[in-house]
């Protein structure tokens, strides 16, 4: 398992840091989805100070506990909380989602976090999901029945403006 996660974020952490944009350029938004490990964590400052270091814009997280929350919270950023263990993080506020659930929507949908960011292109809809087995809301041991509600709620939003991540178990 290590080995084969090592080999999957090798190029990651060995690439060439990104080219400053150009004036004028296009807004880059700067991403990093993480399933931190929840109450195993042992050091949540060294894994935010990891984090901070990276200089996301916004950070998708999948099993966070409070004092991995409180650590994130520590290198300046803000928090959106998500069902369960997700959450969404910024520096830059994060509003509310542009619509709300309703009573069945929550009881569908897998764990998730929803956020809007504003960014100097527009808003930017954030959701950070984290599809575990069982499905909640159906029992269901393929995650592929919480990929359905998934795509079933990224038709409500605009998909030009839409970022969805996080730990898809498939």
């Keep these: 398992g290590i080995a084969a996660a090592g080999a999957l974020i090798a190029p990651e952490l060995l690439r060439p840091p990104p080219r400053p944009l150009a004036t004028g350029a296009a807004f880059r938004l700067r991403v990093i989805q993480i399933n931190i490990g929840g109450r195993r964590v042992k050091d949540p400052d ?8 990276q200089k996301p814009d916004v950070i998708l997280v999948d099993d966070v506990v409070p004092p991995i929350r409180a650590a994130i919270e520590r290198q300046g950023f803000r928090w959106r909380r998500g ?88």
């Design 83 to 170: 069902t369960a263990w997700t959450g969404i993080a910024s520096r830059e506020p994060l509003l509310p989602a542009p619509f709300p659930f309703s009573a069945k929507d929550w009881r569908e949908m897998p764990d998730l976090a929803r956020a809007r960011l504003s960014t100097p292109d527009g808003p930017a809809d954030i959701i950070a999901t984290h599809l575990i087995r069982p499905f909640r809301g159906t029992g269901s041991r393929d995650p592929r029945a919480g990929v359905s509600h998934l795509a079933a709620l990224a038709q409500r939003y605009d998909k030009a403006r839409l970022i969805i991540g996080g730990d898809l178990n498939l």
């Design 46 to 53: 060294r894994i935010a100070r990891w984090l901070a270091a």
